[in-house]
Structures are given as C-alpha cells and as structure tokens.
C-alpha cells in the first residue's frame, strides 16, 4: 500500500479570524504575536507528492468539510 499525504493549509488571515471566533484562552498566546506565531507555521507545501488541501474557503458554520480541492503535485 502507497501512502499518501495531505498538506492540509489555511491563508493566514483566515486562521487568525477563526482563532479569534473561537475565543478560546489557549489561543491568546497567539494572537498576541501573530507574527511570531504565523513564522511557525508553513506555508510552502512539500516538494513531495502530496494532496494540497485549502480549507481557507470552508464554512466557519459547518461541522461538515466542504468540498475542497485536493491536488496532487510531483
């Protein structure tokens, strides 16, 4: 069986506005220094084949994933 792998990304400023809607006390820290928090984080995907998945576009609102693109790069 060949594995896969998922690169599962957000833009940024999404991340930060749902960190924010969900008010929670552990994610001051990073809404504190967002910058430093966002250098942890990565943004460019693997040089590896692997299925980019962007929930950037997902429904806040919904317990269901959308429909989201997956691509495969090589």
Same mark, same amino acid.
């Given at each position: ?8 990304? !957000? ?6 506005? /749902?960190?924010? *809607? /969900?008010?929670? +006390? ?5 809404? *504190? ?5 966002? *250098? +942890? !984080? /990565? ?11 962007? +929930? ?8 269901? *994933? /959308?429909?989201? +693109? ?5």
């Amino acid at each position: 069986v060949m594995p896969e792998f998922h690169f599962v990304w !957000c833009h940024p400023d999404v991340r930060k506005a /749902r960190l924010v *809607a /969900r008010g929670k +006390t552990r994610d001051l820290p990073k809404l *504190a220094d967002w910058e430093a928090y966002v *250098a +942890t !984080c /990565r943004e460019e995907p693997p040089v590896f084949a692997h299925h980019w998945i962007d +929930t950037s576009l997902e429904d806040n609102d919904s317990n269901e *994933a /959308r429909d989201v +693109t997956s691509h495969t790069k090589r």
